[in-house]
Structures are given as structure tokens and as C-alpha cells.
């Protein structure tokens, strides 16, 4: 089959390229990729057109056929890997990355922000390890039940500090 000039040619030039085109598109590519498969489809049809090694009912239907899978295979290859910047060093661990985060303040500031009553009473109670009645006496409050309710509002008094330091951090 001489390509120049010749009628049949033409037409399955002018019938397929459009489907294959159609095709393509619908399988995700561009009209360059149709084009690309198209030609692909066409040389191969030639070589087996020359090699009368298979009887091919309809040039149309065989080209529609070997352009599909090609585009499928080069569709495949095209989505198999997925493109990476040049620049290595964007995914690079970070220096810091294994350092701890910085401590904005230091527990000691919270814990005298709250006050040198519940300062005293934590230390006793947490530092020393005194029992609770103990420190009710210490720190004459009335009952061993006042002292144990006062721990708690320390603590919940240096809870919410703490809380509002990490709700400023995260807004900054």
C-alpha cells in the first residue's frame, strides 16, 4: 500500500483519526496523545497489512483496536509515576525536625502566676509529699476537704493558663 495519494488511505486518515481522537479523549488524553496513538496504530496496521500474516475484516475496526490499546498502555505509563520538582532538598527532613518544640514558658511561671498560696500548697503537696491534713494545718485552712478543693481549683486555675498561652501561640 503506497501512502501518497492513495484513496484508501485518505480515507481511514479522514473515518479514524476522529473516533481514535474521540477516544482518546474520553480515556483521559489530548489531542496530541491521539494523534501519537493514531500514527502508532496506523504503522503497525501497515506492518501486518505488508506481512499478510492476519486477514483483517475492517482496517477501521483493527486501527480503533490497536489505538485502544495503546492508549490504555500509554495512559498507564503516563499515570504510573507522578511527576516530582526538580529541587530534592523541598523534601528533605527539615533540621529541626526530631528537636523538641520549644517551651514558650516554663512551668514555673504558671505555677507562680496562680499564686504564692497555691505556689505553697502544690509544693507540699507534690513536691514534699506531705499528707493533706498536714498541709491543712500548715496552711490553715479549715479542713483537711477546704485544702484538698483548693488543690484542685490551683490546678484548674493553671490548667486554663495554659490553655490560653497555647490558644495565643496558635493564633500567632
Known sequence: MTMHN????????????????????????????????????????????????????????????????????????????????????????????????PVAQPVINFLKSAGRKCLQLLQAFYYDKLPMAEIAQTLQYKTQHVATVQKYKCLEKIREQVKQTQHEEAAL
Open 6 to 101: 492513495d484513496p484508501i488511505f485518505e480515507s481511514v486518515y479522514r473515518d479514524t483519526l476522529p473516533k481514535v481522537a474521540r477516544m482518546v479523549h474520553r480515556m483521559g488524553g489530548d489531542l496530541d496523545t491521539a494523534k501519537d496513538i493514531f500514527h502508532d496504530a496506523v504503522i503497525i496496521y501497515l506492518e501486518k497489512k505488508q506481512q499478510n500474516t492476519s486477514s483483517i475484516a475492517s482496517d477501521q475496526a483493527y486501527i480503533m483496536g490497536i489505538a485502544r490499546i495503546l492508549c490504555l498502555r500509554r495512559l498507564k505509563d503516563d499515570h504510573q509515576y507522578v511527576a516530582l520538582p526538580s529541587s530534592e532538598d523541598d523534601y528533605g527532613i527539615p533540621a529541626d525536625f526530631y528537636d523538641p518544640p
